[in-house]
């Protein structure tokens, strides 16, 4: 088993800000927030960016390898599999009304993991 220094991890995404009819885009690093190896394997965790008024996040991409070594010469097929998941945040707006004059405002968020498919496989001899 590795630990987690044997896990990279590299990411980016293109962020545009517009000022004053200006638009300028430019390439912006994504730090990782969580990183984790064990015997159930290795995984990352970071925050995508997120656009606002004047400044729009696209393209993130981000990339991950495992280094190790071979120590049982007998084996001679590996297979390696994956998979990526993500958080989206729900928010929820209920108004009511109630007689005579008055009312409200109900507001609820929730969380739901939406996973990508198909989840990344592939196998490789060694010799």
């Known amino acids: 088993m590795g630990t987690q220094n044997d896990v990279v991890f590299s990411a980016k995404y293109d962020a545009t800000i517009m000022l004053g009819g200006t638009v300028n885009t430019n390439i912006q690093p994504i730090s990782y927030k969580t990183r984790k190896t064990d015997s159930g394997g290795s995984m990352v965790s970071f925050k995508l960016p997120e656009s606002s008024l004047n400044f729009l996040a696209q393209n993130a991409r981000g990339y991950m390898s495992y280094h190790t070594k071979v120590s049982n010469?007998?084996?001679?097929?590996?297979?390696?599999?994956?998979?990526?998941?993500?958080?989206?945040?729900?928010?929820s707006v209920?108004?009511?009304?109630?007689?005579?004059?008055?009312g409200g405002l109900t507001i609820s968020s929730s969380n739901t993991y939406v996973d990508e498919t198909p989840p990344p496989y592939f196998s490789l001899e060694i010799k």
Not at 73 to 91: A, F, P, Q
Request: charged share 15%; net charge positive; hydrophobic share 25%.
């Open 73 to 91: 010469t007998n084996e001679t097929i590996t297979s390696v599999s994956g998979y990526y998941k993500h958080k989206v945040k729900n928010l």
């Open 94 to 102: 209920t108004p009511t009304i109630n007689w005579p004059l008055g």
